[in-house]
């Protein structure tokens, strides 16, 4: 059964810096693709950011480019985000997902919320 | 970026009764290379991740009950949801991964009339 587990949300001040860690169990991490995917209300989905199986290629919205840094440890089945000079437009609940065979998003952890204020 | 418009924003359907949401790109999401439809519809309940119902347009994912059906191409499609049921109530989107940025549709709440 595959498995994404976000951590690393919580209150941070404008500015500040806060890193997210998605770890995954229950498939061979080192094949997939991982998105972060970001949801407030007033803006719903909203996608951030991909990185490659092996970690070469990343992507990012223009709305955090500059700002956050996508990585991953395939040792340790984990993807972190790096999300620095933090703002309150930021303020979301943060999601990692996993791409299948749709070649979308087929596997969803269940979010980390992050407070810009 | 390609911008995905849903309607209706919000929709009331009796149980048992047939439920449409529509939803459009502002470019096409057809890759000639393969012919595909790079284009998804989420589920998503209260307290929960999104969750895939459909891919490729038209593409069930496993697990999904067969009362969900997409269809369209190129810039215009329909999830369909025959009979409703009351665990279908939720909120819908739909996804574009035709190129980055991806992008989602701004949502279509659905509840029972």
């Known amino acids: 059964q595959v498995q994404l587990v976000e951590s690393g949300g919580g209150v941070v001040q404008p500015g500040r810096s806060l890193r997210l860690s998605c770890t995954a169990s229950?498939?061979?991490?080192?094949?997939?693709?991982i998105h972060w995917v970001r949801q407030t209300p007033g803006k719903g989905l909203e996608w951030v950011s991909l990185?490659?199986?092996?970690?070469?290629?990343?992507f990012y919205a223009d709305s955090v480019k500059g700002r956050f840094t996508i990585s991953r440890d395939n040792s340790k089945n984990t993807v972190y985000l790096q999300m620095n000079s933090l703002r309150d437009e930021d303020t979301a609940v943060y999601y990692c997902?996993?791409?299948?065979?749709?070649?979308?998003?087929?596997?969803w952890g269940q979010g980390t919320l992050v407070t810009v204020s | 970026d390609i911008v995905m418009t849903q309607s209706p924003d919000s929709l009331a359907v009796s149980l048992g009764e047939r439920a449409t949401i529509n939803c459009k790109s502002s470019?096409?999401?057809?890759?000639?290379?393969?012919?595909?439809?790079?284009l998804g519809w989420f589920q998503q309940k209260p307290g929960q991740p999104p969750k895939l119902l459909i891919y490729w347009a038209s593409t069930r994912e496993s697990g999904v009950p067969d009362r969900f059906t997409g269809s369209g191409s190129g810039t215009d499609f329909t999830l369909t949801i025959t009979s409703l049921q009351a665990e279908d109530v939720a909120l819908y989107y739909c996804?574009?991964?035709?190129?980055?940025?991806?992008?989602f549709g701004q949502g279509t709440r659905l509840e029972i009339k």
């Open positions: 229950g498939l061979n991490f080192n094949i997939y693709i």
């Open positions: 990185i490659s199986s092996e970690g070469t290629n990343k």
């Open positions: 997902a996993g791409v299948g065979s749709s070649w979308t998003f087929d596997y």
């Open positions: 470019q096409s999401v057809l890759h000639n290379s393969n012919n595909k439809n790079y």
């Open positions: 996804h574009q991964y035709y190129n980055i940025p991806y992008t």
